[in-house]
């Protein structure tokens, strides 16, 4: 509708509008996940809340997200694709809230929106090594490439959404950073830019409902629909390798929980306890710490992701102090504010004035 507008004026806009329509959309969309019996019931130890509480919430996020989209963005053909395949796979996360699709009707629905993509010219036809600065033509290898990125970009942001406000945040940093480099180093398709910065603006109009204590989850319909419109907008500019880098916690707790699962003689979709945030919950720390330990580390993945596309000392020079100083809060919050750890501690210091005592 407004396509022509300023380029920063038109990013700013889509920000707010997805911010503001989905958090204005989200205490709607709860009463109605909680009408149809949409809940999320603690009925296993994988899951860390001990009371029902309503998914869904990822409707909020699409609603705001595809506003914002059809108000500002140019469509071409290849935003057809996405916005089809998009719809494939939140009427799929829909279904699956409310009556738990197998893990095979998911995959191959994921790969017919995926195929769909395809179809539309969505389509990884090189990946460029930004080190040299030299690409390497896929060839017959690029359609299944980009299928095989979008299923499993799709079920990596879909796994990491364990914790209370995990998912929203860690797609909100990945886009920052995606965003960031696609304006400071690439050149981008403007619509790639306000997709990542609607994108932004929705996740952080749903996180004040989902951070810990979470009144809301974005369920199967939201998690998965942001790790589809991540994989497809980072198709819209060249594909690069720091995109991969930039997604580094989501895809690196995909692949150990394949890995440990195959090791184990389980089916890659059998959900367990294995995944980093689990590890870090084990570790004693609490939702909250470990929620934004797991910020950090996204956001470590988006710095390099910086350092690898930028050149000059300076840029690499801002990107070290920014992984130093992430690396410092990460520590600040598993080794001192560890609440298992403070309590040894206290432990401790009792058993040394009990022994003061006796002498």
């Not at 520590?331 to 432990?347: D, K």
């Amino acid at each position: 509708m407004f396509p022509n507008l300023n380029p920063w004026l038109a990013l700013f806009s889509a920000f707010v509008v997805a911010l503001v329509v989905c958090n204005r959309m989200t205490p709607p969309v709860k009463r109605f996940a909680e009408r149809i019996g949409a809940m999320d019931i603690p009925k296993d130890d994988r899951r860390v809340h001990n009371h029902p509480i309503p998914r869904m919430g990822g409707l909020a996020i699409i609603v705001g997200f595809f506003l914002a989209v059809l108000l500002f963005v140019q469509v071409s053909e290849k935003i057809y694709g996405i916005v089809i395949g998009a719809f494939i796979i939140a009427g799929m996360g829909f279904v699956d809230d409310i009556v738990n699709l197998k893990p095979t009707v998911k995959l191959v629905l994921q790969v017919f929106a995926a195929f769909v993509c395809v179809r539309f010219g969505l389509i990884i036809d090189a990946v460029t090594w930004p080190v040299t600065q030299t690409y390497m033509e896929l060839g017959w290898f690029s359609a299944p490439i980009t299928i095989l990125w979008i299923v499993l970009c799709t079920n990596a942001f879909n796994l990491i959404d364990g914790l209370d406000g995990l998912a929203a945040g860690v797609t909100a940093i990945c886009s920052f950073f995606l965003l960031v480099a696609s304006i400071l180093f690439f050149t981008a398709e403007p619509s790639a830019a306000i997709i990542l910065t609607a994108l932004i603006g929705a996740c952080l109009g749903f996180i004040p409902f989902n951070f810990n204590p979470a009144k809301i989850f974005m369920g199967d319909v939201g998690s998965q629909f942001l790790g589809f419109i991540l994989a497809t907008v980072s198709i819209l500019g060249l594909f690069k390798l720091q995109t991969v880098v930039a997604f580094a916690l989501p895809l690196a707790d995909t692949g150990f929980a394949v890995i440990r699962r195959l090791a184990h003689g389980q089916s890659p979709f059998q959900a367990d306890k294995g995944h980093f945030h689990h590890r870090l919950l084990a570790l004693g720390m609490s939702q909250k710490q470990t929620v934004l330990v797991l910020y950090g580390v996204a956001a470590i993945g988006g710095v390099i992701s910086l350092w690898i596309a930028g050149r000059g000392p300076v840029v690499r020079t801002l990107c070290i102090l920014a992984i130093l100083l992430t690396l410092l809060g990460i520590g600040i919050l598993v080794f001192i504010r560890n609440p298992r750890r403070a309590r040894a501690r206290e432990q401790k210091k009792l058993e040394e004035l009990k022994q003061q005592g006796k002498h």
